[in-house]
């Protein structure tokens, strides 16, 4: 695309000559106009931008800098084209200078990719000019460190924006919302005085009764809006948003591609893009006029606030509503899991509160009962005694008893009710951000998309050439055949993956079972007695690493899973990429869990007729008290893990990092310009942070946490308690890093969580299903009641222990199986938990009456649980309506106000057409007199403006036309005249 001459000669403003462009200053150098973004390139030559085989005029001159002033020696009609002139006091501020793109005698060529990339700048600038936005750069040329170009919307370009967004604004209308009365309302009153102090100190919030009626932006109805000032009208956060808008779609054709910033920015001819942050985030001068970064700082993202209530209002106007959800639903989370951690500390303190009474538990301990118990490897182990395990029982006694099924119970009806509670919320906080009703905003394709695509289409141009076809059509989209490659990369690497999981679990299988026979063997009787501790924590330990690891691997290759499948738009992108990282993620913290629960224990066989592994290794077996107990170490141990190491060391210590490399990376080029240093200014202070890279890692961190809270929740009852305290550390940890960390992103308007509530609907009903299988096969319930009410000679639990153990005869170990160095003398039977028959019946080693009766009471309360759980959770979901009761109402009433407003309006239009006819016919008395009653009927409920109203006279007369709330009257700036109707006429077609 060749550049005209005109739109070659941009201004250039040496921004750090005036005096407002201080750290604080977020406005161009003139201190009105605000930085509403701004883009970053690095220069790669100092002095000259041109190839040596350009020899174009119009590609000599290079445009610096913009900023939508002009000097008086510019043509003024291309200045008004450009959004703008400058006044009289500011034209000696200006300096148009421009710089050679080539230099005689230069040794050193420009390589062209680096000339290209100066073109397409200059054509995607000068697009932007077109689009009414305003540009500013510094005068110098820098040879070291980033190159800014900042960019400001007026308010012909944001009022234009904002209707083509349907961005909602505040009318001057306002009610009053209803106030309930009686004892809800004393209720309600107490209630605000108890949270009063952990309410954050938000300068303008809204506590009072008045609603302010919004609605969608329009120029046509500028004198409904409440509009105070131009300047602050929109905030910072929508100003950002309208631009990002106007560049993701600007058309750079040079790039051969179709739309967008993303695209420049993936071809590297820019480096970053982004709007800047409301200053610096310490609170320097007087409190009163903290800004909203320094309000969020101190009442927000500080450990001190961590019993303050977010303001979450605050934060959507800030970071946009994308970002507000996340922590609303964050918050609303943290919230719910205080009622459960009680809960499970309650259980929790039952299981301490009976251990001592706890008839399992004492027999188990009783060493008269002298319960021999079989070898736990062949050869090297001796038989042992049952009352040596007792601390194993009694500690499995505080997670595994009667209050463990209440409490399973409670647990799949919470995550129910947060889900609802939720859905009120976020509908709630829908009406009150003036969300509803929105429609999605348009997505344009993403770069790698157009890139294969435009492979696509040059292969097929070159076959076209081939064969010599004419008439072929024009390829506008992908079809499955060009991502079938991806699709089976993506099986195959994700089936792989998998396997990989479980090869890590089957590893730390066979470290158990090695590392248990060997201390088995050891002579050391200290090292014998604590084989089972050692093993199960060192196990554990090392899951843990590999989960962390795996971990960080799965979110790479989900990423290039992704890629490979090639997603038009960032929607799709974002979901497949989601539901990738969940699904890997998932398999590798679960797995070690699921293997503990159901699988550890079930295939070791019995003694005579072991199930083996390599080189004749046992499979394990649970403890004796049970393999819940081992559970809870593994989920407690991941749990915590997890949460700390990557709380502490990913998400701290990993951006600190990072920040350092960076700052030593621009230490060595700041170096060679510190004689010209000067205060840095606020875009070099946000560049400095890391870019913001979505919120599917912070997600998917609280998503894995929830799975520990519900799915093996009656395993471990302090998890809710555990969770709580990480998230609350998290939610400020999270806000730290968003105010502080992080550059800021751009205002992203949506209605909810997206995806993430599906996974969580799914993961509620998921762990129904697993907290029943836990109770039901894991621990020890099913048998005790199943023996307390069919096979106990009293009604009790005596005798329970030797009901669960089954008899073997030592004289059937296979060769080699039985002790070596047996020191309990002469043993003719030992015993090992199982229901089978003994060996002197004549159905020897096989399953009993009691194993069948005990698996039919399992399955049967499996679904016993399972449909209790579903129908308490359907009268949970039915009793607690998703929309309020008082949102209803509310619209109701806002839709009815705003039809009134417009009706009106209308009136009041009428109104003036009549009186403006009457004037007319009152100035010609030769003419027709055109009566009101005939000029226009009287304004009713559904009156609409008469064809009759735009004429006058006789058929030949003029006609006469009156414009209600245009918006050259409300803009001194812009008076109406033909060349800027079609000004804005051209800019409304972009």
Request: proline fraction near 6%; include cysteine.
């Amino acid at each position: 695309m060749q550049i005209p001459a005109s739109e070659d000669k941009i201004p250039v403003v040496d921004s750090a000559s005036s005096p407002q462009g201080s750290a604080e200053c977020l406005c161009f150098s003139d201190g009105r106009r605000k930085v509403d973004y701004v883009l970053v390139f690095h220069p790669r030559r100092h002095g000259s931008v041109r190839s040596p085989t350009s020899t174009s005029i119009s590609q000599d001159r290079l445009s610096i800098v913009s900023n939508g002033n002009f000097p008086p020696a510019v043509d003024p009609d291309a200045a008004a084209e450009r959004g703008g002139g400058i006044q009289a006091g500011e034209a000696a501020n200006v300096g148009e200078v421009f710089m050679e793109l080539g230099v005689e005698g230069l040794k050193e060529p420009t390589e062209p990719a680096d000339h290209e990339m100066h073109l397409i700048r200059q054509e995607f600038e000068a697009n932007l000019l077109e689009a009414g936005l305003e540009i500013e750069r510094d005068k110098e040329f820098k040879t070291h460190g980033p190159s800014f170009t900042r960019l400001h919307a007026p308010w012909p370009v944001l009022c234009r924006e904002a209707e083509f967004l349907k961005i909602k604004v505040p009318t001057k209308t306002s009610y009053e919302l209803k106030e309930e009365k009686g004892f809800g309302s004393s209720m309600i009153k107490v209630w605000k005085k108890l949270k009063q102090p952990f309410q954050p100190k938000v300068p303008h919030q809204e506590h009072d009764r008045n609603k302010v009626l919004s609605h969608c932006f329009s120029r046509d109805k500028l004198h409904l809006y409440n509009i105070t000032s131009k300047d602050t009208f929109f905030d910072n956060a929508t100003r950002g948003r309208i631009v990002y808008e106007i560049l993701r779609r600007t058309v750079c054709v040079r790039t051969c591609q179709t739309i967008g910033i993303s695209s420049l920015i993936a071809n590297g001819v820019y480096d970053s893009a982004f709007p800047l942050h409301d200053g610096d985030y310490k609170v320097i001068g007087h409190i009163e006029e903290k800004s909203d970064r320094q309000v969020l700082h101190e009442e927000w993202a500080r450990y001190s606030a961590f019993y303050k209530y977010q303001p979450i209002d605050l934060v959507r106007k800030y970071f946009g509503e994308k970002i507000g959800l996340y922590f609303a639903w964050l918050g609303v989370y943290t919230q719910l899991l205080i009622p459960a951690s009680i809960v499970g500390i309650i259980v929790f303190g039952y299981g301490v509160a009976t251990v001592d009474t706890n008839i399992p538990s004492q027999e188990m301990c009783d060493e008269s009962l002298n319960f021999t118990m079989c070898p736990l490897c062949d050869g090297a182990c001796d038989f042992w005694h049952l009352s040596t395990a007792c601390g194993t029982a009694r500690a499995s006694h505080l997670f595994d008893n009667p209050a463990t099924v209440f409490f399973a119970i409670f647990m799949s009806l919470w995550a129910v009710l947060f889900l609802e509670h939720w859905k009120r919320r976020q509908i709630s906080l829908s009406f009150s951000w003036d969300l509803t009703g929105i429609e999605d905003d348009e997505e344009h394709p993403r770069p790698r998309y157009e890139t294969i695509l435009l492979q696509k289409r040059q292969r097929k141009q070159k076959q076209k050439k081939k064969k010599k076809k004419k008439n072929e059509t024009v390829i506008e989209k992908l079809t499955w055949k060009d991502r079938l490659p991806g699709y089976f990369i993506n099986v195959s690497s994700i089936l792989f993956m998998f396997g990989l999981t479980f090869s890590a679990v089957f590893g730390v299988i066979i470290y158990r079972i090695t590392v248990s026979a060997l201390m088995a063997m050891s002579p050391d009787p200290e090292t014998k007695s604590n084989v089972r501790v050692t093993v199960t924590a060192t196990a554990v330990i090392i899951n843990l690493v590999v989960i962390l690891i795996l971990d960080e691997i799965y979110g790479a290759v989900a990423l290039w899973l992704t890629e490979l499948e090639i997603p038009k738009t960032e929607t799709n992108f974002e979901e497949r990429l989601i539901l990738k990282a969940f699904l890997l993620k998932f398999m590798n913290a679960y797995a070690p869990i699921f293997y503990v629960a159901f699988f550890k224990g079930r295939f070791a066989g019995r003694p005579g007729n072991y199930v083996y592994v390599f080189n004749g290794y046992r499979m394990e077996e649970c403890a004796p008290g049970g393999c819940l107990i081992e559970l809870c170490i593994q989920l407690s141990i991941i749990m915590l893990g997890k949460q700390l190491i990557q709380n502490n060391i990913f998400e701290i210590g990993i951006p600190k990092l990072k920040k350092l490399v960076r700052a030593i990376k621009d230490k060595g080029s700041a170096e060679t310009e510190i004689e010209d240093e000067r205060p840095p200014k606020q875009w070099n202070l946000d560049y400095a942070l890391a870019p913001f890279e979505g919120l599917t890692p912070e997600y998917m961190e609280m998503i894995i946490q929830f799975g520990f809270v519900s799915l093996f929740v009656a395993s471990f009852p302090l998890a809710p308690l555990f969770a709580l305290l990480n998230n609350v550390i998290e939610i400020r940890l999270d806000a730290k890093k968003f105010v502080t960390e992080l550059r800021r992103p751009v205002a992203v308007r949506a209605k909810d969580i997206g995806i993430w509530y599906n996974i969580l609907s799914g993961m509620g009903k998921f762990s129904v299903i697993i907290n029943a299988f836990v109770i039901s096969f894991t621990s020890d319930f099913i048998p005790r009641l199943v023996y307390q009410y069919m096979f106990s000679q009293t009604g009790t639990m005596h005798g329970f222990i030797d009901h669960t153990l089954s008899y073997f005869n030592v004289s059937n170990f296979k060769p080699g199986a039985a002790p070596h160095n047996s020191q309990h003398g002469d043993i003719t039977f030992c015993r090992y938990k199982d229901y089978r028959e003994p060996p002197w019946s004549q159905d020897a080693y096989t399953f009993s009456k009691q194993y069948w009766c005990v698996l039919a009471a399992r399955l049967a309360f499996v679904i016993l649980f399972q449909n209790l759980v579903m129908s308490l959770s359907l009268v949970v979901a039915w009793v607690i309506p998703d929309v309020p009761k008082t949102i209803v109402e509310q619209l109701k009433r806002e839709k009815k106000l705003l039809v009134d407003l417009f009706l009106k309006e209308e009136k009041e239009k009428f109104q003036l057409i009549q009186s403006l006819f009457t004037k007319e016919a009152t100035k010609h008395p030769g003419g027709q007199v055109v009566q009101p009653s005939q000029a226009a009927p009287l304004p009713g409920r559904y009156s609409t403006l008469p064809p009759g109203a735009t004429q006058t006279g006789d058929g030949g007369g003029s006609r006469v036309r009156c414009r209600a709330a245009s918006f050259s009257q409300f803009s001194r700036k812009f008076p109406p005249s033909p060349r800027n109707e079609n000004e804005n006429s051209r800019h409304t077609a972009v």
